[in-house]
């Protein structure tokens, strides 16, 4: 599949939003806005409108409005979340950030991260944030990181990963990265910049804020 260069698809879950003024930091006039389910009462709380709405509305009411909407069946084998991110995908959307899909139920959140990492074989890049936390994931490549009131985490939930860190409190050449490892947990940024990057394997990174 071919994405759309440079565009980017924001996905508004149902899970927790305390803070309304997270949708209007981090959507953006050009974004394509799909709201999954409950997701779209939060949107509509925050006066945003989405180009399309996604769900089986089993914790909402089903939206009545001119805004193109797909109703699920309750018995499936996906979640609305994931059926949102299947859809942008099939518009063709490689850049995807998913709002309210962290907090809440603990099962839907690590659902959520199944499928940033399942999306990210495929090419496709999900960032997931909350008022808290920004989690995304990185496969054979580098990010740059500015330095922040926040700690860094570095997971390898999908087997061995090799990771190098610098500009970091603890800084590693090559750092090997297991599943049931949690050598990564709660580092710092000690320089202006910093950068992580993927050696081999698909790590995935999550800020946290020091204030929490």
């Not at 570095?154 to 800084?171: A, T």
């Amino acid at each position: 599949m071919e994405f759309i260069e440079r565009k980017r698809c924001v996905i508004v879950a149902a899970g927790t939003i305390s803070d309304l003024d997270i949708l209007k930091k981090n959507i953006f006039y050009d974004d394509y806005i799909i709201a999954a389910d409950a997701g779209y009462t939060k949107l509509k709380s925050a006066g945003i409108e989405p180009h399309l709405i996604v769900g089986d509305f089993d914790s909402s009411d089903i939206p009545e409005n001119d805004v193109e909407l797909i109703t699920l069946s309750p018995v499936k084998d996906y979640t609305d979340t994931e059926f949102a991110v299947m859809q942008a995908v099939e518009r063709g959307y490689g850049e995807i950030l998913i709002i309210g899909g962290l907090g809440g139920r603990i099962d839907h959140s690590m659902a959520n991260i199944a499928v940033m990492l399942r999306y990210k074989k495929q090419g496709v890049n999900i960032t997931m944030v909350d008022e808290n936390h920004r989690v995304f994931t990185l496969a054979n490549e580098s990010k740059v990181i500015v330095k922040g009131n926040y700690y860094v985490s570095v997971f390898s939930p999908d087997g061995e990963c090799k990771v190098k860190l610098e500009g970091f409190y603890y800084n590693n050449d090559e750092l090997t990265l297991y599943p049931d490892s949690s050598v990564g947990v709660s580092n710092e940024i000690v320089d202006d910049n910093a950068k992580i990057t993927a050696l081999s394997g698909t790590a995935l990174v999550i800020f946290s804020n020091l204030n929490m």
